[in-house]
């Protein structure tokens, strides 16, 4: 018996080492991989995943910037000052932002629904969105993130989930049809 047993060491330690070496070698690929899928281009979408982060500096208080995308009234103020958004018919159909968890929000016309996921006032809105042509039930994350940077506020903006093929174009309307006019709406 003691033979046996020492038969069969070699190939238990050999297979140990085997095993260790592949799930080492596949963390390690799995790293690598990671890294490309954060990997992003200077318009803030990423090619490899179907995801937007974009970060900005607004001259105003977290508050501030959380009332604007918040407070229906004062978030209309800002569709408005969206040039691009002339065809939407802005004034029939005014701006609804519930501040209600769960509660709903009809922006831009009714072209942009959804539903408030998480608010913190002054520190992070997190919104179940969508574009009224996309498929029906489908719906992306939305997050902003506020953080008090001297005078003012770093928004920290992350847009997962929509359809494949839409990063472009929505990483383009998030910097001109929001941050651009929150930023006029601000100053």
Do not use: C
């Not at 932002?97 to 009809?106: A, K, V, Y």
């Not at 608010?119 to 953080?147: C, H």
Request: aromatic share 10%; charged share 25%.
């Amino acid at each position: 018996m003691d033979t046996e047993n020492k038969l069969h060491r070699p190939i238990l330690a050999s297979t140990r080492r085997q095993w260790i070496r592949g799930t080492a070698a596949a963390i390690g690929g799995l790293a690598v991989g990671a890294t490309d899928a954060l990997a992003a281009t200077d318009d803030g979408v990423s090619h490899t995943a179907e995801a937007i982060h974009q970060e900005t500096i607004f001259k105003a208080s977290p508050k501030r910037i959380y009332d604007a995308l918040t407070d229906a009234q004062q978030f209309q103020k800002v569709e408005l000052l969206s040039g691009a958004m002339k065809s939407l018919d802005l004034m029939n159909k005014p701006a609804e932002i519930s501040r209600e968890l769960g509660g709903p929000f009809t922006i831009f016309g009714a072209y942009i629904v959804g539903r408030q996921l998480e608010l913190v006032p002054n520190r992070r809105i997190v919104q179940a969105w969508r574009v009224m042509n996309w498929d029906p039930g489908v719906y992306s994350i939305a997050k902003f993130e506020l953080t008090e940077q001297g005078s003012g506020t770093k928004l920290i903006f992350d847009h997962t989930g929509f359809p494949a093929d839409d990063g472009e174009n929505l990483a383009a309307g998030w910097k001109a049809h929001y941050w651009e006019s929150l930023e006029k709406y601000l100053a």
